[in-house]
Each structure stands twice: as C-alpha cells, then as structure tokens.
C-alpha cells in the first residue's frame, strides 16, 4: 500500500514514521527545513527514553508522489485547501483521503477537492511535539476514529487495519462527526483562553476565574452541538473539559504554540464555526465570539 502524508509537523511525522514499516510512505509538505532534515537523515521519533529513526520519501512536489492508495492530511487549517488540492492530484483510482486535523470545516474542503466517496474525517488522540524538524517526540497515546460510511467503509477498512499493524489504536466509526464536535468543544474552550492566557492546560485550573470561562465556552459549544441534533461523546461538557485539562496539564495547547511561534493560529475552524453555526441555528455564542475575536486580535 502506498502512504502520502500531507503535513511534516508533529502528527505528520508520527504517522509517517510508524506506517513506514507497513507501506512506502511519501510526506509532501511546504516546509522546507523538515522536509530537507527527513531526506536527510528520516524522521527520528523519542518515545519515553528509546529514540529511533527510520527513512520515508520527502517531497515538496505533488507531482513526484506515485499515485497513493491513501492521502492522510495533517496540515494546519489554513492549509487545507491547498493539501486537499494536493491530495486531488496524488489519489490513486480507488484511493481515499482523511483528515486527522483540529477543526471542523476540513471534512468539507476535502470532500470538494477528492469527492465525497473518496474522502472522510477522523479524530486522534495521539499526542505528539516537534523537537526539531523531522524530530518529534511522542507525547501520548490515544485512540484514533475513522468516520465510515457505506461509501467509504471498504477503503476505511483498509486504513484502519494497517494503523493498527502500525500500533495506532485505530477504530472505524459511524458516529464521527458526533466524536469530531465532541473534540471541538474540548478546543474551542482549552486553545483560545491557554493562547490569550499564555498558561498551560493544567493552568486554566488554577482559579475560579479561569475555570468559570473554560465552562462558559465548552457550555456554549456543547449548546451549538446540540441544536445541530449531535449526541455527543460525554455527558457533561465542563467535567470533560477540566478532565483533558489534567491529563494534558504540562502541554501548551497548539493555539498557544501557534501564538508563541508567531504562526497563524486554527481559531477560524474550531471557535469560528462555533460562532456562524451558533447564529445558523439561533444559540447564543457571546464568549466564543469573544475569544475567536481576541485571538484574531492578537
Ligand atoms: O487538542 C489539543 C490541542 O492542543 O490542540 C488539546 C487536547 C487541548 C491538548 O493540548
């Protein structure tokens, strides 16, 4: 089976790295330090105290990828409708595209650029930091859910047996956009106030102040889930929210890292679409328009 992972951050190495014993893996992606250190010397993976490495092709030219029996994309989201189109040109007959990334209009721009029973989303919760480019340290582990469909349920099938050959804890779900909403009510109230706060996860704990707009925010975006008929994958949005918030409490969130590094952040797809769903469907969204303005701002 042949691989393009769309992304050389975090993510992008991880699964790169892991899949390469199981499959020629291409990484195609637009920076260019990572994708000269990965032709260079590979990719190097730190997991707990054993560090490996191990040689995937790298390039930054669509039109060099053979065509692939998969396109995984791990781009940023301001990134995705260039790595959809990309990911249009590198498809094989038969192929299918995911996309692994924060956010929630990514499923919809890869399904206008490879067609709807080509493409599908999932959610990980594998957790990964770049060390350096091509250099990632693996930071925890994590489920992986891949949407299916009737449509795409073959093609999933496929994926999904070969991320768990890879060691991914990889399941194939009907009820992905329920989970994926259920990740977006995490992001929406962790990654704008860690970003705008300049703290840690476990930091958004430390006060009544904190805590109260962290429940605000996941309050309202759980509402917005709602009103769109979702049941999502926990009772109590607050209780979840401050759960992920301990168990990340030493991570900076990736808005927060985004913010640091000067990058633009992924506040248009997580509290943005909050906000527009919000208004489509008549639920009140004062605190996530706040933060989604604020970061803007910053
Ligand atoms: O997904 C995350 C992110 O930072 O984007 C969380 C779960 C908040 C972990 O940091």
């Known amino acids: 089976m042949r691989v393009v992972v769309l992304g050389t951050g975090a993510l992008g190495c991880l699964f790169a790295a892991h899949l390469a014993a199981h499959a020629e893996v291409w990484m195609l992606g637009t920076w260019a330090e990572a994708l000269a250190a990965v032709e260079r010397a590979g990719i190097c993976i730190q997991e707990g105290e054993r560090s490996w490495q191990t040689r995937v092709q790298a390039t930054g030219d669509p039109d060099a990828v053979p065509p692939a029996d998969v396109a995984i994309l791990v781009v940023k989201s301001h990134q995705t409708e260039r790595a959809a189109a990309w990911a249009a040109r590198c498809l094989g007959a038969g192929g299918l595209a995911i996309s692994l990334q924060n956010g929630l209009d990514n499923g919809s721009q890869l399904a206008a650029a490879v067609g709807e029973g080509r493409s599908t989303i999932g959610v990980t919760f594998e957790g990964a930091t ?95 889930a709602a009103a769109h008929g979702l049941a999502l994958p926990f ?16 991570n900076h969130s990736s808005m927060l890292q985004d913010v640091e590094r000067g990058r633009p952040t992924e506040i248009d797809s997580i509290n943005g679409i909050i906000v527009a769903e919000g208004k489509r469907l008549n639920v009140a969204t004062p605190a996530n ?3 989604w303005r604020l970061v803007r701002g910053r």
């Open 235 to 250: 009772f109590n949005p607050v209780a979840r929210v401050e759960q992920v918030c301990r168990a990340t409490a030493l």
């Open 289 to 291: 328009e706040t933060v």
């Open 130 to 224: 770049v060390l350096a480019p091509g250099q990632v340290r693996h930071a925890g582990r994590g489920p992986t859910l891949i949407g299916e469909t009737p449509a795409t349920a073959p093609g999933v099938a496929r994926l999904v047996k070969l991320l768990q050959q890879a060691g991914f804890e990889a399941q194939a779900t009907a009820e992905i956009e329920a989970i994926a909403w259920g990740k977006a009510v995490v992001n929406a109230a962790i990654n704008p106030l860690s970003a705008l706060l300049g703290v840690s996860n476990g930091e958004l704990l430390a006060n009544a102040d904190r805590r109260s707009l962290l429940a605000t925010l996941a309050q309202e975006a759980a509402a917005v």
